[in-house]
């Protein structure tokens, strides 16, 4: 069966849905069908549902290009300020879904339910006119002189994969006078975002970047080390990603989480994509090292100093001077890792061991293994360049009439709901361009 539609959208998550109601609700002539977006998952909106522990993180009260890498700083400015975050409040405001600011910043919906947002945004492609098609996955995109034709994935019965049941005709296509892709990242593979976009965008003539790669992962240690045996540990700690030569390239300071396999937490996922992009653009060479600080403003030369004060009021240990400070069974571990006694007069240790332990304390060098892959990254570094697409309509600058959008760009956020503003602020331009660029 062949379809036709004015605009196709090609992934119906946040950036595409987004985009799918502003170029709904942007087109001078609005008949039903002019917008169709089709999504290869047969359960639609599955991160929008995980997002934020299931209360969906939908975005953060002061958002700016800082929060993000990827692209040019001053590419994503661009973008982001066609849609900021008053528009999304307001949007959703208008939609019912109330949205309430907490501590951290991070806005999330009154309902604590990421399902009204899912909703919201079904229910708004809808009154926009915007049909939305599914399980309908994309295998192939051909652009033609009247516009692009998309063909659907054939049914791959042997794959058992849910997300492949797809319930069709080989021969089904979509026609369409222009085409908008939102197919994400490679993040959490089993909702249907598992990289297949970005062959689709070369096939169409973009470059994706050189690497691309899990973001806002959890990393790993070796297994037997003995940080291990702080798992459960939940504590505010700082960590700093330095060059080979000691350049500080990277330092974020939050929650950060000790687990059964290495670390987790705000401060680690916000830092996995530094780490990993560094160590990639090292290859073989001497690496960067990762290092965590124990006590957040304390300096290893200020902490080898009260080591030292400490040792020379009698009797003072370890235990005593940092009571209050860090958890009794934190002490103990970090010590056991310097191979210092913790219950110690701390007079009694070499100059040399006190070093080592101001070390352990305060610039702490995490024998970092990876990450935890795509199955637990919550969004993926690199993509299409925004080089590559014009600021104003999110239009290819290599494919005319071909749009881009989401987390398929190079851009990801830190944790907090700016990735989920990315995708609000991308999918509109991307939406209101399509509709209203001619030719
Ligand atoms: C566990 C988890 C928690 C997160 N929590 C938050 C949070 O609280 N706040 C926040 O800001 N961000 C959060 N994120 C990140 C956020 O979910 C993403 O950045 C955002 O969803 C990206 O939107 P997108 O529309 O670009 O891509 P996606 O949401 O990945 O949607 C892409 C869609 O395209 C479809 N698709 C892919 N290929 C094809 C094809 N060939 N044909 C048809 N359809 C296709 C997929 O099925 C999918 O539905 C979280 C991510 C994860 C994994």
Same mark, same amino acid.
């Given at each position: 069966?062949?379809? %036709? ?20 609700? +942007? ?14 998952? +047969? ?100 652009? *033609? ?113 000790? *687990? ?6 705000? +401060?680690?996922?916000?830092?996995? %994509?530094?780490? *990993? ?136 956020? %830190? ?10 602020? +991308? ?9 209203? *660029?001619?030719?």
């Amino acid at each position: 069966m062949t379809k %036709r539609a004015e605009i196709a959208v090609v992934g119906a998550g946040a950036a595409g849905l987004f985009a799918s109601i502003w170029a709904g609700r +942007s087109l001078v002539d609005r008949r039903a069908g002019s917008v169709v977006a089709v999504d290869g998952a +047969s359960k639609l909106g599955a991160k929008i549902l995980v997002a934020g522990g299931g209360r969906c993180n939908v975005t953060h009260h002061a958002v700016d290009e800082s929060a993000y890498a990827g692209s040019s700083r001053n590419a994503i400015r661009n973008v982001l300020r066609r849609f900021d975050v008053a528009r999304t409040v307001e949007f959703f405001h208008e939609r019912g879904v109330e949205l309430k600011r907490e501590e951290t910043g991070k806005l999330f919906p009154v309902s604590d339910d990421g399902q009204t947002v899912l909703q919201a945004l079904l229910d708004a492609a809808r009154s926009a006119g915007a049909e939305v098609v599914h399980p309908w996955r994309v295998a192939r995109i051909e652009r *033609t002189e009247h516009g692009f034709v998309l063909h659907r994935a054939a049914l791959e019965p042997s794959s058992g994969s849910a997300s492949m049941r797809v319930e069709g005709n080989r021969d089904d296509r979509l026609l369409a006078r222009r085409v908008v892709l939102a197919t994400g990242g490679k993040s959490l593979p089993k909702t249907g975002s598992d990289g297949l976009g970005f062959e689709l965008a070369k096939a169409l003539g973009h470059t994706i970047t050189p690497r691309v790669f899990p973001a806002l992962v959890p990393l790993t240690i070796p297994k037997d080390h003995w940080l291990t045996s702080l798992s459960g540990v939940t504590l505010p700690a700082t960590l700093e990603l330095r060059a080979p030569g000691g350049k500080r390239l990277a330092s974020f300071t939050n929650s950060t989480l000790v *687990t059964h396999f290495g670390l987790s937490g705000p +401060s680690v996922l916000d830092m996995s %994509r530094y780490y *990993t992009d560094a160590k990639m653009i090292a290859a073989a060479g001497p690496p960067p090292v990762l290092v965590l600080n124990w006590l957040p403003g304390e300096s290893l030369d200020a902490m080898d100093g009260a080591l030292a004060a400490a040792g020379r009021a009698r009797g003072t240990s370890v235990l005593r001077l940092l009571e209050g400070k860090l958890a009794e069974r934190v002490v103990r571990a970090i010590c056991t890792g310097a191979g210092v006694d913790p219950g110690a007069s701390l007079g009694e240790l070499p100059k040399e061991k006190r070093r080592v332990l101001a070390i352990a304390l305060t610039e702490f060098p995490l024998p970092i293994t990876g990450d935890r892959g795509y199955l637990f990254a919550e969004a993926t570094a690199g993509g299409v360049p925004l080089a590559e697409l014009k600021p104003d309509t999110m239009e290819s600058r290599i494919c005319p009439g071909l749009h881009i959008c989401g987390e398929l760009c190079d851009v990801d956020g %830190r944790v907090g709901g700016f990735n989920f503003q990315w995708a609000w602020a +991308s999918g509109f331009v991307a939406g209101v361009g399509a509709a209203t *660029t001619s030719a």
